[in-house]
């Protein structure tokens, strides 16, 4: 039923196309990007039977997230345009969707725009995700999030934001969301968004609130973003980001912080970053849902990089992430992670890539990762075409 669904949708994209660019001011684009490449993890695997070991394998989205989606503009005149964008994510490796209950995971939206700005309704990112993947202050531009170090300990991905804001603590996507931005005056820009619970008898109830505040004028790009998510019971948790870049002789230097912080016994029902092998400690039982963590949770990612381009066709980014977490049963939690990343352009549309990266556990035991040790090495090659 999905497969049929997700083809007849391609089907009507494909031909409405065509009707769409026969109107004016009006457009309808059929686009997408497919990422495969082979990782090879030190320390990435623990069996069902408790063995550990490294692991070589075919991957999809290595250095972005494969999808595919559809977004058009329709000119009501007046200045006033109508937009949608319908985006869903795939494994390249597999050919399956990303999401077993959603067609379009990624983004689902329809708004309005005008010199005024542009408003949103639907599944829709959030700003601290916007900052970050737009290379903002996050030196890959939430690249490589895909990559899980240790298998057991999402905590150690190749890029931490992807946990942090993208995956397992926060989530970059919303649903349910009002966004609006605005448009640019003298380089600075602002965006605020609402996403209702939906929960009958309490409007705050799994109610979130965001902000933006960014300037972009070239060599200078800074932002900032604020989101406060709450549960059934009206617990919050609260995510920011801040940081910028600046270009200078060639070399694009980035920085940026995000922090996370739940409130005691907030209800977080999204992927864990543990696993069952420790249980025992109330970071597992937060994360999973099954027993809320007493004292709260405090997650911090400090990010620091270069990016240079070599020539036309060749650009290089090293990157470097600290990571802490703070809860009870978890005393010393630190990541140090080490990222090397090259890419070759072969056309506009298709290019190749590179990269190396290290992590290292410290004060983390063995209980808690997938492989018994404190550090893996990560390298991985890949190919990119857009379309």
Do not use: C
């Amino acid at each position: 039923m999905k497969k049929s669904l997700i083809a007849l949708a391609a089907l009507s994209a494909l031909t409405g196309s065509i009707a769409a660019h026969a109107e004016s001011g009006s457009s309808l684009q059929l686009y997408g990007l497919i990422d495969a490449g082979v990782r090879s993890d030190s320390a990435a695997v623990k069996s069902s039977t408790g063995a550990t070991g490294s692991q070589t394998q075919l991957s999809s989205g290595v250095l972005n997230t494969s999808r595919f989606g559809f977004k058009g503009t329709e000119d009501l005149g007046g200045g006033l345009r109508a937009n949608f964008n319908l985006e869903s994510g795939f494994n390249t490796a597999t050919g399956a969707t990303s999401s077993s209950s959603n067609i379009f995971d990624r983004r689902a939206i329809v708004g309005l725009e005008n010199q005024w700005g542009r408003i949103d309704l639907g599944r829709n990112t959030t700003f601290n995700y916007d900052l970050q993947a737009g290379y903002i202050n996050d030196p890959l531009g939430q690249e490589l999030t895909n990559n899980k170090q240790y298998a057991a300990v999402a905590a150690t991905t190749v890029n931490p934001l992807g946990t942090l804001v993208g995956g397992s603590l926060d989530t970059s996507r919303r649903d349910n969301m009002v966004k609006y931005q605005s448009p640019v005056w003298a380089g600075t820009s602002l965006g605020l968004a609402y996403s209702f619970g939906n929960v009958a008898g309490s409007t705050a109830a799994n109610s979130s609130v965001q902000a933006m505040l960014k300037y972009d004028v070239n060599p200078v790009q800074v932002g900032a973003a604020y989101d406060r998510l709450r549960d059934v019971a009206g617990r919050n948790q609260t995510t920011w980001t801040l940081g910028g870049n600046y270009l200078f002789n060639g070399l694009r230097v980035t920085g940026g912080y995000t922090q996370m912080q739940a409130d005691a016994n907030f209800a977080n029902s999204n992927t864990s970053i543990l696993t069952s092998s420790s249980a025992s400690t109330s970071l597992y039982k937060f994360l999973n849902g099954a027993s809320a963590s007493t004292t709260g949770l405090k997650a911090q990612v400090v990010d620091v990089g270069v990016t240079f381009n070599v020539s036309d066709l060749v650009k290089v980014v090293g990157a470097y992430y600290n990571t802490k977490y703070s809860a009870d049963g978890l005393s010393s939690n630190r990541y140090d992670t080490y990222v090397a990343r090259a890419r070759y352009t072969l056309s506009k549309r298709t290019d190749v890539y590179a990269e190396l990266d290290y992590t290292k556990a410290n004060g983390v035991t063995a209980a808690q990762t997938a492989s018994g040790k404190s550090n893996n090495t990560g390298v991985a090659v890949g190919l990119q075409h857009r379309f």
